[in-house]
């Protein structure tokens, strides 16, 4: 693998910290600003429609200059916006900040997926992919904790810096090992969007909404699912979550590893096998050794239909990707935000702790109905375009040479 997915993995650990970290912090930001908890939670939602809205955004505010400069300028606007979080004086400073940082983020490795496939093989695209993703799993690994514990040890601000100060270097990084690709010519806008009347671009993008979807609503009510049902302490969450991103890593590096060869296959036995997995977490939550187990399953399956889904989408989309790898990052995040809301009507409505295990379930097989629905189609299309065998007569003397 070229040393520039080195720089784009730095980039994407940055990336994946300074998102979950704030979930770490959220007491002490709170406490600092004299906010409620509740309050202190916009800081997580305003990231996340900010992905979703600054993917398309940014992509197109980048059509008019290479990728690899684009990658240097949202790698420096996800600098000023951890250096604004950092030394915010008041609360709504310190939400502009999030969102400022968050609109870097679809459109970094919506780009960055389309950088990575173009310096590989064909036969090694995927497994390119899966390698900017792992700077993003390893960050759920080894940032979140990390920042976490200095967060909680020097203060979250002292944080933020730090994560600041890794998008300078994964910008560094960008300038000195990305080649300067030209600017693809000829794609225009219109070439990007055209992407999105392909049905199998959409399906795609649904199964990322609906796979995703159904590993966050069991994940983002681990703490009160393992401390209220499975018995643990508040405390073991923190290496509860270090377990879920081991599985997250390990799932991100099979599913680069296989998706090149066997897409499709796949995304079949992941899907299916992470809605087998998350409707026993409803029965495995109740036993300690159990729900760590199922924990790190669900990471790794869910995390195994990244680089194919990515992929997928490349693939579908050919000729003008940018727009529709961009997009399809804040897939994983709108994915995020409905399993999350899901998850939180099942609860309010009575039926428990564990009840988002099975919002997360319907959802990763409803993901798994869909692939099946693409391959059809596809599979049909190509039936479809198959040439026929025009009939060729006979030669004459062959026919009487027969009689």
Do not use: C
């Not at 951890?82 to 400073?93: C, G, I, L, Q, R």
């Not at 909680?152 to 910008?171: D, E, I, M, N, P």
């Not at 302490?233 to 998706?259: E, H, P, Q, Y």
């Not at 919002?359 to 990763?364: E, F, N, Q, R």
Request: glycine fraction near 12%; hydrophobic fraction near 60%; proline fraction near 4%.
């Amino acid at each position: 693998m070229p040393l520039a997915l080195l720089a784009l993995a730095i980039g994407a650990f940055g990336i994946g910290t300074t998102e979950f970290v704030i979930m770490g912090l959220l007491p002490e930001v709170a406490a600092d600003f004299q906010v409620s908890i509740p309050a202190a939670g916009f800081l997580v939602t305003g990231y996340a429609l900010g992905v979703v809205l600054g993917a398309p955004l940014m992509t197109v505010l980048g059509t008019r200059v290479t990728r690899k400069r684009m990658l240097m300028i949202l790698m420096g606007l996800f600098v000023v916006g951890n250096v604004v979080s950092a030394t915010a004086p008041v609360f709504e400073v310190m939400l502009v900040g999030r969102v400022i940082a968050s609109l870097a983020h679809g459109a970094f490795f919506g780009i960055g997926s389309v950088v990575a496939a173009d310096l590989v093989a064909p036969h090694k695209k995927a497994g390119a992919i899966a390698m900017i993703f792992t700077g993003l799993t390893v960050a759920n690994v080894v940032g979140v904790p990390l920042g976490t514990y200095v967060g909680q040890s020097a203060g979250w601000r002292a944080t933020f810096f730090a994560v600041a100060a890794l998008g300078v270097v994964g910008l560094l990084g960008v300038a000195r090992l990305v080649p300067d690709q030209p600017r693809a010519e000829g794609v225009r806008l219109r070439h990007e969007l055209a992407a999105f009347r392909n049905v199998q671009v959409l399906l795609a993008m649904a199964m990322t909404v609906l796979g995703f979807g159904g590993v966050f609503a069991a994940i983002t009510y681990i703490t009160p699912m393992m401390t209220e049902i499975a018995g643990y302490s508040a405390s073991s969450v923190t290496w509860l979550l270090v377990l879920f991103g081991l599985g997250m890593v390990g799932g991100n590096l099979l599913g680069g590893k296989f998706a090149d060869r066997h897409l499709m296959p796949l995304l079949y036995v992941s899907l299916g096998a992470l809605a087998v997995v998350l409707s026993l977490f409803t029965l495995t939550a109740h036993n300690k050794i159990a729900a760590a187990v199922t924990i790190v399953l669900i990471g790794g399956l869910g995390f195994a239909t990244v680089p194919p889904l990515q992929k997928r989408v490349l693939d579908q989309a050919a000729g003008a990707p940018t727009l529709a790898s961009a997009v399809n990052i804040g897939a994983f995040n709108l994915g995020n935000a409905l399993s999350a809301w899901l998850g939180g009507v099942v609860i309010a409505a009575g039926l428990g702790y564990t009840a988002p295990n099975w919002v997360g379930a319907v959802l990763a097989a409803s993901a798994l109905v869909l692939a099946v629905v693409s391959s059809t189609l596809e599979r049909r299309t190509a039936t479809r375009s198959r040439p026929v065998a025009a009939h060729v007569p006979e030669p004459a003397a062959a026919t009487a040479a027969r009689r």
